[in-house]
């Protein structure tokens, strides 16, 4: 009776519970997009590797066989390096470059900034990955007199396999940190202008402000980048797959746990064993991304 006591004359709906209904709409969507090509697969995937070939139960034999595998161990010593320097570069640089360009006071420069650090970004993986072929190549990169400097002769050499985690850190870095810088930017527009101002006037500097106001705030966001960038990274394939294919295999096809899990699939036709390496990435990414949470309190009330 209240609800219809609260529609206006003619019984018509008001745009209120429209945008209920619309909202329940995307929502029921989404949910049946999530379980469709997200929970599904993964059960999916769980069930693949605790089976055998015929269907079978197999306990953790698939996953003895991935880490007995002479190629495993050193597939995660590359990803653990690349994500070591990826995300230490992320979490650092981006918040620095946010603050900084936070702190501009000009609008258009800091409008201009943020569009040049979001470009990169606006570019596909495998196309970023196409152009950096050239900048990695001192005979056609724009940088060749640095790589020269560094002792780089030819393309084989930059691309060594002891150079690649820095190397794919810096295409990663260069593609996903300008989308952060402006996420970051935008959680900085939400401390308020009176906190800011209060400390000015009690005398606190912008580094003084930054370390003691800016970054305490920020924190749940700088969690939730940790997270959301070590999932993407423990992902490492397209960067070294390209990379393997232009250098006709200096860089090895199975330099990463994803590329290994895309060998036993698709070379080896075990997609149980597959399913077991992506089950592990599964495991140590929530394990890792719980490190996140705890430090970053990313569910703690305010």
Do not use: C
Not at 292 to 302: H, K, M
């Amino acid at each position: 009776m209240a609800r219809e006591a609260a529609r206006p004359a003619g019984g018509r709906p008001r745009p209120a519970d429209t945008r209920g209904a619309v909202s329940y709409a995307f929502v029921a969507l989404y949910t049946a997009l999530a379980i469709a090509f997200g929970v599904l697969p993964a059960l999916y995937a769980v069930y693949l590797a605790f089976t055998s070939g015929d269907g079978g139960f197999a306990g953790f034999g698939n996953f003895a066989k991935v880490v007995d595998d002479f190629r495993f161990l050193p597939a995660v010593g590359h990803v653990a390096w690349y994500l070591a320097i990826w995300l230490g570069s992320l979490v650092t640089l981006v918040t620095f470059l946010a603050v900084v360009v936070h702190a501009i006071g000009v609008r258009w420069l800091s409008r201009t900034l943020r569009l040049v650090f979001y470009l990169p970004g606006a570019i596909a993986g495998a196309s970023s990955v196409l152009l950096w072929l050239f900048v990695l190549d001192p005979t056609a990169s724009p940088v060749a007199p640095l790589l020269r400097l560094f002792g780089f002769a030819s393309f084989n050499q930059v691309i060594a396999p002891g150079h690649l985690p820095p190397i794919f850190a810096i295409i990663a870095f260069w593609t996903g940190a300008g989308g952060w810088i402006v996420i970051m930017y935008g959680a900085l527009n939400n401390i308020s202008a009176e906190v800011i101002e209060a400390a000015r006037i009690d005398g606190a500097g912008p580094v003084q402000i930054a370390w003691r106001i800016q970054l305490p705030l920020l924190r749940k966001w700088i969690s939730y980048m940790g997270i959301m960038s070590l999932a993407a990274g423990t992902q490492l394939f397209v960067e070294p797959q390209l990379l393997s294919q232009a250098s006709n295999a200096i860089v090895p096809n199975d330099y990463s746990l994803n590329q290994l899990a895309y060998l036993y699939a698709f070379q080896q036709n075990d997609f149980n064993a597959a399913a077991a390496i992506a089950l592990l990435l599964l495991v140590i990414a929530l394990a890792l991304s719980a490190v996140f949470v705890t430090r970053g309190g990313l569910f703690e009330r305010d």
